[in-house]
């Protein structure tokens, strides 16, 4: 916005005064511009920018630096007054010049503001993030966790935000977003992971409430109707489009200005058939959104169905002009030129339909270019000129369509110049056989929010359906029918029938065969119009929120970016350290006293107060040089038990990023085979087995469903038994055995055939069934190809297998000859010794102080990922197939890190896959080897790694704590680093650190300083709740705690709840709460409802 020029920019005191209330913590809570006090206060506003901006001028003539506080002033002013380009630039000038601005918070809370406002989603999460983590009791801590819930929605990280959701909603502070507005988009999640019937039942649960606002009661009729419309289980067809069309009323009836309700119900009206409504409808939307691209193909469709080619026509061209990549528009497009005989404007369209968005292509589209191609290269030149130009042409060609004017009918509110112009830049309508669409993504990869894909249902033909038949043949391009024979020379003539001959063939020698066409593709598509894809992330834009402003600007200057955090920033302050262990316990209980005004954490910051928030470290320098990339596996293979025992084995495993040790079990004569599937089985053949079902790749790459090569790794989870997944596991190896060994003899026969003169025939290889991998390394030849993309160019899906995962041998009844086994491991590497910190936890974490097993067929994937905390991890394969792993070392996490951000996926949470041409650009170096059965493998501390079966085989593992100050000082800093990205950490290490003084006596000063200071951090933070507990006068009950009993973590924010817990009975059960979440879910910021407290 321009800012108005006031006749007396001078600020008097007064105004001085009332200018410093003025901070980013106001954005969205004041009115500037419907309210006279609102508008009083923006004069104020403006009067102070332009003072301020004056200031920043003579500084600058002075050549003095000016004040950092006038520049962080001055970007809060912008941001009241909505100037967002001026408020970063003075945010920016801030964050250069104070080097402890990532200490203020308002600072930061305004930044994340701006960075949403330039769509900058992961700088403005990571800012978000900051601000709850320096203040979890931030005065606009609601609206932080609501907008990065919004993120977290927006990248399909569904669990994430719903609990930022659940903690805006629970937090009674003011905000600038309602809870209705919460709710809404909890229910919203639900419709987007396709659960539409818990959607149903929460937007109904809103629409009951009484204080809902217009907007977003229209929004829940809204996504009703179009559930009901677009949802078959919800009934049948008619009843389903009456309720959906009572629904879109209602909506309308709230909002009238809503395009998007106009059109939904302009799409059921055209269902029913009623096709004046549905184009009063469409009209009407186009009349609220002004340029919405699906309104105008859906008009396009509605006159195509009424026989209106031309009308039709000028419609989709409407669409593709507003939207480039419209694919359903093109699509239709193509579909309207072949049926009125215009091969070639056909084929362009079909090209574009592909090319300008592949990601979202339908394969019939592509089968349509290769028909269409194929039939119109058999005609020469000359030819297809004498064949286009005896057509009597009913539309004009694709370059003429796009300087149609629009029918006058349509264009009351159409403005802007995107229609009835120049076809789109970059577009090529040349002739057939040529790419058009190529250039088309020059104009920048449109959004995901607005990818329409093409929908349409494929007939199969049956043997001996003659009808069929002749359904095909009727669908051959109505100018190489026989009917329109008369209107061609008779040279055309020929050449017509010699094509006509040549497919019909083609098609009978297939049915016969009772299968698809495969030289030839399929052409016995439906010829119906395809409507968008009604993809329902798209239905709420940014823009219908009522606070968040994200409008698609890009900035004409860098924005700013963080600044990476560097490892040794976060060690603890020495001096500080030293000040807390000299203290007693009463101490500093008493020092709590004074602290009583300072905000109170849900979980005490056990890093240095004066740390920065613990970020991902930049990447090492120097770069490394290729050969540097790809290192040799540290591997030490064992020759005697004395090796094996030996001090050096622990201190060279500790001492590299990942450790391949071989022959270890077999000097130490350890029965792996307890392990076995056989042996499982026979021990509890109805164990829980948990199952990730995954699509088969090969390592080098993952593939999504448009064969396109992406880092997410997506698989379903469910569960079974052992004895169900062994014989999945058995079926699966014997399939591939009889398929590899028929393969085998097929080649063999060729080679005897071929070769008339070879001394010896080649030999076959027979695979024995405790040699795995012999069958091609352990995925057949068949699953090869079935590992292939499903893309464009015809190649087959990816087949789907499932990996037995996360089986609990924790019981030391069911599993005890398994678990005695395993004693005869050094102790450093044992799950259960003195000298392993998890072994203090008092109770059982699954997978970390517990043994894990893995059950796999070949292709089975571990996702890339550091162990919990980042603690050790040993591996062993039971065999007796191999499984290949990759790993880096930890001083690269950082940059794996920015890899995943821009790949989309999370760091913490995510499943994904690096793939390795990304990690040799980024300079990360990668260790790639092959575990062999009986080989173990030792992670250290924070080494990413990720691991494929290559064979059938099983797997066990565990985590390790050595009790070592560097091993817990990485553990703490990933524990604060949970904190700030909202995971919680399944080791509580404050619950850790006290077991551990409890039970050790350590003799590792550095490591007794480190564990008694987070005793000490913990001690305080108890302290300053119990001085707030007695100041309110609620009393403290003792609730004791029993042996194995699980640490407790917070009801809504999942952090460590440490010695006070705030319980509350929600849904006839009694959850805990933080300190923080207590408060914030009390409307009086006392603690209500709560049972008791455990000290």
């Known amino acids: ?84 380009p001026k408020a970063m630039s003075a945010y920016q000038k801030y964050y250069n010049m104070d080097q402890t601005c990532e200490q203020n918070i308002n600072f930061l809370y305004g930044l994340g503001i701006v960075y949403s406002h330039f769509n900058q989603d992961q700088w403005a999460m990571q800012t978000f993030q900051q601000v709850l983590y320096l203040n979890p009791t931030f005065v606009r801590a609601s609206d932080v966790h609501f907008r990065i819930g919004i993120i977290r929605k927006n990248n399909k990280e569904y669990e994430t935000a719903t609990k930022h959701f659940r903690i805006a909603l629970n937090d009674s502070s003011s905000s600038a977003f309602l809870k209705a507005e919460v709710r809404f988009h909890g229910a919203h999640m639900f419709e987007l992971q396709g659960d539409n019937k818990q959607a149903k039942l929460l937007y109904e649960q809103l629409l009951q409430g009484t204080s809902v606002p217009d907007q977003i009661r229209a929004n829940a009729y809204r996504q009703l109707g179009w559930m009901y419309h677009s949802d078959e289980s919800f009934g049948d067809l008619e009843r389903r489009e009456l309720t959906a069309i009572e629904y879109l009323r209602k909506s309308i009836d709230a909002d009238n200005t809503n395009g998007q309700s106009w059109y939904y119900l302009g799409r059921c009206y055209s269902t029913l058939n009623k096709v004046h409504d549905a184009f009063v409808s469409y009209r009407q939307s186009i009349d609220k959104s002004e340029a919405s691209a699906d309104t105008w193909c859906s008009i396009g469709i509605l006159y195509q169905q ?40 056909a084929l362009a369209c079909f090209q574009n339909a592909r090319n300008t968005n592949p990601d979202s292509v339908n394969p019939n589209v592509t089968s349509r270019i290769t028909v269409l191609s194929t039939q119109l290269s ?61 250039s088309m993504l020059s104009n920048g990869q449109p959004s995901p929010k607005k990818r329409r894909t093409v929908n349409r249902k494929k007939a199969e033909p049956k043997p001996g359906d003659v009808a069929q038949f002749m359904n095909q043949q009727m669908q051959l391009p109505a100018y190489l029918q026989p009917q329109n024979a008369a209107s061609l020379t008779p040279q055309q003539q020929a050449a017509a029938h010699q094509m006509r001959q040549q497919f019909f063939a083609q098609q ?116 490394l040089s290729p050969e540097q990339l790809t290192p040799s596996t540290p591997t030490i293979t064992i020759e005697c038990k004395k090796d094996a025992m030996s001090s050096d084995l622990q201190r060279i495993s500790m001492g590299q990023p990942i450790v391949l040790v071989k022959n270890l079990a077999t000097v130490l004569r350890m029965n792996l085979g307890l392990f076995s599937t056989k042996t499982l089985v026979e021990t509890a053949p109805d164990h829980p087995c948990e199952v990730r079902t995954q699509r088969l790749f090969n390592v080098e790459e993952t593939l999504d469903a448009q064969g396109q090569k992406t ?55 027979t695979v024995s069934t405790t040699s795995a991998t012999q069958v091609k390394g352990g995925v057949s030849r068949d699953s090869d190809s079935d590992s292939s993309s499903s893309s464009s ?24 000859d398994q678990l005695v086994e395993l004693h005869k491991l050094p102790k450093w590497l044992n799950v259960t010794w003195a000298g392993n910190g998890l072994s203090h936890l008092g109770h059982t974490v699954l997978g970390m102080n517990s043994v894990q097993l893995y059950m796999k067929i070949p292709g089975c994937r571990t996702p890339a990922h550091q162990e919990n905390l980042n603690l050790c991890s040993v591996n062993f394969n039971i065999g007796p197939g191999d499984c290949e792993w990759f790993a880096i070392p930890d001083q690269y996490w950082g940059e794996l890190y920015r890899l995943c951000q821009k790949n989309n996926v999370d760091y913490l949470s995510g499943a994904y896959w690096p793939l390795p041409e990304d990690l040799f650009k980024a300079k990360i170096p990668l260790y790639r080897f092959t575990q062999k059965p009986g080989d173990m493998v030792f992670i250290s501390p924070g080494a990413p790694h990720w691991v494929q079966a290559t064979g059938w085989c099983n797997n066990i593992a565990w985590n390790t704590a050595p009790l070592d100050v560097d091993v817990f000082k990485l553990a703490i800093e990933r524990y604060e680093f949970n904190k700030l990205q909202s995971y919680k950490s399944i080791v509580p290490m404050v619950h850790l650190c006290w077991n551990l003084a409890k039970n050790v006596k350590l003799k590792d000063e550095a490591l007794h300083s480190l564990i008694k200071y987070v005793c000490m951090k913990s001690l305080q933070h108890t302290g300053r709740i119990e001085n707030l507990m007695s100041s309110k006068g609620k009393h403290i009950v003792w609730h004791g705690r029993q042996d194995e009993d699980a640490p407790h973590y917070c009801f809504s924010c999942e952090l460590e709840v440490f010695n006070i817990l705030f319980v509350r009975e929600v849904e006839k059960q009694h959850v805990v709460y933080c300190i923080d979440c207590a408060l914030k879910i009390s409307p009086s910021k006392l603690p209500l409802q709560i049972s008791n407290f455990s000290v």
């Open 1 to 84: 916005m321009t800012l108005e020029q006031p006749l007396d920019n001078e600020l008097t005191p007064a105004e001085m005064e009332k200018l410093k209330s003025f901070d980013s913590t106001l954005y969205g809570q004041i009115d500037l511009f419907n309210t006279a006090d609102g508008s009083a206060k923006r004069l104020l506003l403006v009067k102070g920018a332009q003072s301020l901006e004056n200031e920043l001028i003579r500084s600058t003539k002075l050549n003095t630096p000016p004040s950092s506080t006038l520049l962080c002033s001055l970007g809060h002013i912008q941001l009241l007054l909505e100037d967002f």
């Open 793 to 816: 160019g015809g190649k087959k899906k990816s087949k789907m297998i499932k990996f037995g995962t996360n089986v609990d041998l924790s019981d030391r009844h069911k599993w005890k």
């Open 306 to 345: 009424q026989n209106q080619p031309m009308d039709a026509l000028q419609a989709y061209i409407c669409a593709v002009q507003l939207e480039k990549t419209h694919t359903a528009a093109w699509t239709n497009l193509g579909l309207l030129y072949e049926a009125n005989s215009q091969p070639q404007d």
């Open 378 to 438: 058999k005609l020469s030149g000359q030819q297809l000129k004498e064949v286009i130009m005896a057509q009597k042409h009913t539309l004009p060609c694709i370059n003429e369509a796009f300087h149609l004017p629009i029918p006058a009918e349509l264009t009351s509110r159409q403005q802007g110049g995107v229609v009835g112009g120049a076809p789109p830049q970059g577009y090529n309508a040349c002739s057939a056989g040529l790419s058009p669409g190529a």
């Open 711 to 765: 880092w997410k790794q997506e698989s379903t989870r469910t569960t079974t038994t052992i004895a169900k997944y062994a014989h999945y596991q058995a079926s699966s190896f014997q399939e591939s055995l009889a398929a590899e060994t028929g393969k085998s003899k097929e080649q063999f026969q060729k080679s005897l055939a071929k070769s008339s003169a070879a001394p010896q025939p080649t030999q076959v290889k």
């Open 508 to 623: 009978q020698y297939q049915i016969s065969l009772n299968m698809q066409p495969e030289d030839v593709p399929d052409t016995s598509i439906e010829r119906q119009p395809v409507y968008p894809k009604d993809d329902p992330a798209k239905v709420l834009h940014p823009s219908e929120l009522s606070a968040i402003k994200q409008e698609v600007v890009t900035p004409a200057y860098p924005v700013i970016s963080p600044r990476p955090s560097q490892r040794q920033s976060n060690k603890l302050n020495q001096n500080e350290t030293k000040t807390c262990i000299a203290m007693t316990a009463r101490e500093i209980l008493d020092k709590c006293k004074d602290q009583s005004k300072e905000p109170i954490k849900g979980s005490p910051n056990i890093l240095s107060d004066k740390c920065r928030p613990p970020l991902p470290p930049p990447c090492p320098e120097p770069p």
